[in-house]
C-alpha cells in the first residue's frame, strides 16, 4: 500500500498589518473573537496548549513548534490519534495589508479525500472569520455549525 503525505493550502490578505493579525493568531483572548473559544495559553515556541471550541465537545491539544514574530507560525494538532502540522506564513502586502498562508500537512498515511476537503474547509473558514473580526468586528463563527449537530 502506497503512502504519501497529505496537504491543504488556504490563503487570504487581512486589511490589517501584520503585527495586528499575528497578535490576533497567537493570543488565545483575540483568537476567541473569532475560532475558538478559549485556550490554556499564548502560543509560543515549545509550549503544550489545550483549545476548547464552542461547537465541539472534545479539547484540542496543541503543541507550539516554531515561532517568527509576524511572519511564521507553526503548530502541531493530534487529530483521532494522527499529528498534523499546520504552518501560518504572514506576508506584508504594499497597501499595509497581510496576506496569510496556511498549509496544513499530515503525517504519511494513505490519502483520505474526506480529510482534505474537511481540513481545507476548516481553514478557509478560519481565514474568513479572522478577517471578517479584525476588520469589522463580526463574528462570523457564532452558530455556523449548528446544522452538523441539529437532530435529523
Known sequence: M????MVIH??????KP?????EAIVDPARMANYFISDGSGRMEEG???????????DDVPVRVGR????????CYWDVDG???MNEMQLEPYGDGSTVIRITERSISGTPDLNWLKGNTEGWANFLACLK???EY???LRQGAFDFRFAAS
Open 137 to 139: 468586528g463580526v463574528h
Open 2 to 5: 502506497r503512502t504519501e503525505e
Open 18 to 22: 501584520v503585527h495586528e493579525v499575528f
Open 10 to 15: 488556504a490563503a487570504l490578505q487581512v486589511q
Open 132 to 134: 471578517a473580526w479584525l
Open 67 to 74: 515561532i517568527e514574530k509576524d511572519r511564521y507560525i507553526s
Open 82 to 84: 494522527r499529528e498534523h
Open 47 to 57: 509550549r503544550e496548549l489545550i483549545w476548547h471550541f464552542p461547537e465541539f465537545p
